[in-house]
Antibody, heavy 117, light 107 residues
Framework: QVQLQESGPGLVKPSETLSLTCTVS????????WNWIRQPPGKGLQWIGY???????NFNPSLRGRLTISVDTSKNQFSLNLSSVTAADTAVYYC???????????WGQGALVTVSS | EIVLTQSPATLSLSPGERATLSCRAS??????LAWYQQKPGQAPRLLIY???NRATGIPARFSGSGSGTDFTLTVSSLEPEDFAVYYC?????????FGQGTKVEIK
């Protein structure tokens, strides 16, 4: 069974960098596409971006410039860095596997990140 | 980017009733559309992909249809565990986008 688990600080100060890691079990990050999605409290879903095991990435243009996604195949993890955060970046952040058709078939439970001083 | 508009925003139904949810795309997405179910405090779950294919383990009461710009998710007979928020998502072009969601609530 494929499982994903997000980890990282739950509170980030404005203008700083939000950093999250997703640990994958039951599958290898050396296949498929590994995604980040976020959901502001009480709102809908926004796709952030993905990384392929080769290191190739695809980002939402609305976040490009602030976004880094990396993969560590030795730890079977991938990570998200979002710089210069504001209160608008407060959300539950999910990691998810994208299958060969780019649909999101396995999700982590989500991690709430609050941006506040 | 492709905008997905879901209707209605809220659907109030009783267990056993049929639910029909709509998703309209701002431009054709062919059949590259998925539906997800999200319950409070949980991650979304993939229900339907490529407009009409049920994901692994999804009950037969869930069905999807449509192509181009108009899509429908039907739950033939609502079970208590089906009351949730449903999102459509397109993968026809980047960035991936989601609809704003339809909440199916108990009447």
């Amino acid at each position: 069974q494929v499982q994903l688990q997000e980890s990282g600080p739950g509170l980030v100060k404005p203008s700083e960098t939000l950093s999250l890691t997703c640990t994958v079990s039951g599958d290898s990050v050396s296949s498929f596409y590994w995604n980040w999605i976020r959901q502001p409290p009480g709102k809908g879903l926004q796709w952030i971006g993905y990384i392929y095991y080769s290191g190739s990435t695809n980002f939402n243009p609305s976040l490009r410039g602030r976004l880094t996604i990396s993969v560590d195949t030795s730890k079977n993890q991938f990570s998200l860095n979002l710089s210069s955060v504001t209160a608008a970046d407060t959300a539950v952040y999910y990691c998810a596997r994208g299958n060969w058709n780019y649909y999101l078939d396995y999700w982590g439970q989500g991690a709430l990140v609050t941006v506040s001083s | 980017e492709i905008v997905l508009t879901q209707s209605p925003a809220t659907l109030s139904l009783s267990p056993g009733e049929r639910a029909t949810l709509s998703c309209r795309a701002s431009q054709s997405v062919s059949n590259y559309l998925a539906w997800y179910q999200q319950k409070p405090g949980q991650a979304p779950r993939l229900l339907i992909y490529d407009a009409s294919n049920r994901a692994t383990g999804i009950p037969a009461r869930f069905s999807g249809s449509g192509s181009g710009t108009d899509f429908t998710l039907t739950v033939s007979s609502l079970e208590p565990e089906d009351f949730a928020v449903y999102y459509c998502q397109q993968r026809s072009s980047w960035p991936l986008t989601f609809g704003q969601g339809t909440k199916v609530e108990i009447k």
